[in-house]
Structures are given as C-alpha cells and as structure tokens.
C-alpha cells in the first residue's frame, strides 16, 4: 500500500471517519473489531473486511519489515473524492448530452481501472460506476494508470450494481452488456440516446444477475485466434463506438 493513503489505529481512524476523509476499504484483525468504527463505516458505506493480524502487519510494515503498533485497524484512504450516480447525471445535463457512463462489474485489476477511467474522459463519457465491494477502487495505481484523467472524470462509486442498473433503466438509460458470445455485434447496434455501458471482468464477464438486466448485450468479432480483448480494450473498442455514433447524429 502507498504510505500516503494508509492510516492505522483506532483513534486514527475513527478521526478520519468522522471528518469525512473518503475511504477505500478499512481492514480488522479478526476477533478485535471496533464496534464505533464498524457502525461509522457502515453508515459511511464503506466496506470493512477482516483479516489475519499478520496481514495487517504487512500492510503497515516499514523497508525494514517492522510493523507499527496498529491495534488490529488499518485504513485505505482514496486519493480522490468518489462521486454519487446523481453527479454523473448532473454532468450529462450540464454539457446538453444524452447520458453515457461505464459501469464495471466486478473488474479487480487496477491497472484496467485506470486504462477505463482514461478512455472513459477520452470519448466524453460522463463519469464510470464501480461498486463499493469485490472491485478494484482508487488506489495510487489507478491514478498513474489513468494518466490523471480521475481528475476529470467523476467516479461513482455504488452499493449494488444491480440495484444501480435498475435505478438507470428506470431513468429512461439504454443499458448495454458487452459479451464474447452476443450475437449483435457492437458497430450494428444502436448506441445513441442516454447509454450505460457495462464491463464484466475479464475471468468471469458479467455477473448473472447483472447479465439479466441488461437490456440487451453486444460482442466485438475477433478475426484472430484470441477469443477476446481484456475488459479496458473491450471498453475503448465500445466507447468510441458510442462517441462516433453520437457524432454522427449530431451532424444529422
């Protein structure tokens, strides 16, 4: 971990809490969890996942691999401000566009992450939708791995995906799936209007019960003997789909 985004101990932590500083993860020793913090993440949303005390000790660990005194709490902060879904909203109607957002399904590499978030700015999307748990947050990898475009590209970061997808299709949002095995291919499918485009992780695609509620899903032929593109190549592919589309009526 970055020491700059890593804070331990329970006064620590609690203080970070309660002044709001935004938070990736927090990190409990098992069997010695705090139960003010514990309450206060989870009213915060904020995930807290326990572990082994000697994975604390790696975490918090100097070059010379001594471990501070943690009390059993260690916290991840995010080096930016994560967004709420209205925000992405707010943005599309602030430019007088339709919107168009990424929303990942369970990506974990931090380095697709960044490469999402940057081709995300890069085709005029209005922000990427994450969720709070079993995804890869904003971590300084990220950050580098976007080139600085999290600086200006909202991410929202959610408690359900699914719940996510019901609330946009709900809004009158076009929700999109990408899939190795979808019979339409993406440059046939209309992809104009509020769009929300979404990107299972590599190993696994989408999950099922999102893959459920997708309004329809599109896949990107492969003329080689690779079977697919990894989830931020996907992504890009499908992105400036969208932006050359949306282009196009413009113009029209």
């Known amino acids: 971990m970055d020491d700059e985004y890593v804070i331990w101990g329970r006064q620590p932590v609690m203080e970070a809490l309660e002044s709001g500083r935004e938070f990736n993860k927090i990190f409990m020793a098992r069997g010695s969890a705090d139960g003010r913090i514990v309450a206060a993440a989870r009213k915060r949303k904020i995930p807290v996942v326990e572990v082994g005390r000697s994975a604390l000790d790696r975490m918090t660990a ?13 916290a991840q902060l995010s080096p930016i401000l994560y967004a709420e879904l209205d925000d992405l909203v707010e943005a599309a109607k602030a ?10 399904d369970g990506i974990t590499d931090p380095q697709n992450l960044g490469s999402i978030i940057r081709t995300a700015n890069a085709a005029g999307a209005h922000g990427v939708v994450i969720p709070a748990r079993r995804s890869s947050q904003v971590s300084p990898v ?16 959610v408690g359900n995906i699914a719940q996510t997808i019901e609330r946009l299709k709900q809004s009158g949002v076009w929700v999109v799936g990408a ?16 769009i929300a485009v979404v990107v299972g ?12 509620l997708v309004d329809f899903t599109v896949s990107i032929p492969m003329a080689g003997d690779v079977s697919s593109l990894n989830a931020g190549v996907a992504w890009a592919v499908i992105a400036f789909e969208v932006a050359r589309q949306r282009v196009i009526q413009a113009g029209s």
């Open 62 to 74: 100097d070059k010379q691999g001594v471990a501070p005194v943690h009390q059993g709490v260690v």
């Open 142 to 157: 990220v950050v580098k791995a976007s080139a600085g475009a999290v600086a200006h590209t909202p991410v929202a970061r």
């Open 179 to 194: 899939t190795a095995d979808a019979k339409q291919r993406f440059h046939d499918a209309d992809l104009t209007g509020p």
């Open 95 to 104: 430019r007088g566009e339709d919107l168009f957002v990424a929303v990942l």
């Open 201 to 212: 992780s590599e190993g696994k695609g989408m999950s099922r019960l999102v893959g459920e």
